[in-house]
């Protein structure tokens, strides 16, 4: 998913576009730079919990249909031409509009290595030397296999996945770590609520005016990003501040 926050458009000195979706990529780029929700333009597979974009989750790159219509599922029509687009928290990088099916095709690390380098500098490999890329059969077979590839631009630059990579049954590695940060986060206030219980109670709960007359039974909650220690039938709570950075 795309979190809908006004960004600023770029276009990549190779972006082209056929005369008939013009109009649908004015849309997207005024929807994107409004801060306006795109997510009938993804996949319909963003729908099914165990669906993994491996050209998302290798190389960071999200794919728009550009139809005009909506469809019965709320979504656009779909296409075969598709623009191909990166986003970051500022700004979305219109690559290049290419056809359904061109997931593998190196042309678009290319397009970001020569466009924007900076912006995927993190990822260059330094001192690492390949003599070639590897053909868009190879990279679509190891993808299959759920092996990450190292990407070798024009002018020798190497770099690993520029969108973070993927475990081997293909789910985000950058899904991952968040789900092991948020576990930790929350294993962590956890621990706080009993070893500090005495001075909760103490420094929390009485000076509210709350008896305790009975069992305290805590509850963690998350809302709006935050994470709370909750005692629901005395509408009070704690809180342990944002969950994710």
Known sequence: ?????????????????????????ETIKD???QGLDITPYLSKNIKKQDYHDKLLNEWGIYHLHLG?????????????DLLFVRFDERYAYFLKVMSHGDWAKSEMVEIVHKNWPDRIKQFRLAGVHIEENMSEEDRRKLRKAGANT???????TVYAPIGGGYTIPGISINVVRTCDYIKKRIELAERDVVDNFDNIVKEEILPRGIALDRVVMLNLEIKNNRLYVMEKSRKFAIDYGDLLW
């Open 31 to 33: 929807r994107i730079e």
């Open 68 to 80: 005009q219509e909506r469809e019965s599922s709320k979504f656009i029509e779909r296409t075969k």
């Open 1 to 25: 998913m795309i979190v809908p926050v006004p960004r600023k458009v770029l276009f990549s000195m190779e972006f082209s576009c056929p005369t008939e979706h013009i109009q649908t990529i």
């Open 150 to 156: 190292l990407f070798i631009s024009k002018d020798g």
